[in-house]
T-cell receptor, first 114, second 109 residues
């Protein structure tokens, strides 16, 4: 069966510090991978998605970047965090058989920038 | 105006009540998802619909493509159903999901 992991679960970082959030998927190959952010009291916002190694699409201009160094690894990064980067970050994966694929979400990382 | 709108934003019910959460969207879609987010933040996909109706246990989801509307029903609600319920649509163009703001459901014993 497929599982998706995110690390860390919770993170408190000072403004201006770097960020690296990791997402890994097990039990499937060549998944589509997604990074979402959920700000407090708001809906989910798609940040990046990837259809393959090294292929990243950015949905919204951000202080963030994403990379996919391996097939089942998706990393969200920032060189300098802003206060507005605080939120709940969710990674998700889906199959690639068609556009109707269900997305499966990881447990999330709660980020607080102080 | 958001492309996906949910109502109500907040809903409080007594255990055993029948609950309905609504989702309306303004774009052409290939599929609609209902997601459940628990207080810890984890999200679970409940249903994926492209037409008609689906049922799983006490949960029922319906969609009317012509009216661009979907409903999530919970029969015999229970406190463990307390969560945020999120509607998301996959537009016919592109692969991304567009999310509603969510409905916070609280079921009191």
């Amino acid at each position: 069966s497929q599982t998706i992991h995110q690390w860390p679960a919770t993170l408190v970082q000072p403004v201006g510090s770097p960020l690296s959030l990791e997402c890994t998927v097990e039990g499937t190959s060549n998944p589509n991978l997604y990074w979402y952010r959920q700000a407090a009291g708001r809906g989910l916002q798609l940040l990046f998605y990837s259809v393959g190694i090294g292929q990243i699409s950015s949905e919204v201009p951000q202080n963030l970047s994403a990379s996919r160094p391996q097939d089942r690894q998706f990393i969200l990064s920032s060189k300098k965090l802003l206060l507005s980067d605080s939120g709940f970050y969710l990674c998700a994966w889906s199959g690639t058989r068609g556009i109707k694929e269900t997305q499966y979400f990881g447990p999330g990382t709660r980020l607080l920038v102080l | 105006k958001n492309e996906v709108e949910q109502s109500p934003q907040n809903l409080t019910a007594q255990e055993g009540e029948f609950i309905t959460i609504n989702c309306s969207y303004s774009v052409g879609i290939s599929a609609l998802h209902w997601l459940q987010q628990h207080p810890g933040g984890g999200i679970v996909s409940l249903f994926m619909l492209s037409s008609g109706k689906k049922k799983h246990g006490r949960l029922i989801a319906t969609i009317n493509i012509q009216e661009k509307h979907s409903s999530l029903h919970i029969t015999a609600s229970h406190p463990r159903d307390s969560a945020v319920y999120i509607c998301a649509v996959k537009e016919t163009s592109g692969s991304r999901l567009t999310f509603g703001e969510g409905t916070q459901l609280t079921v009191n014993p």
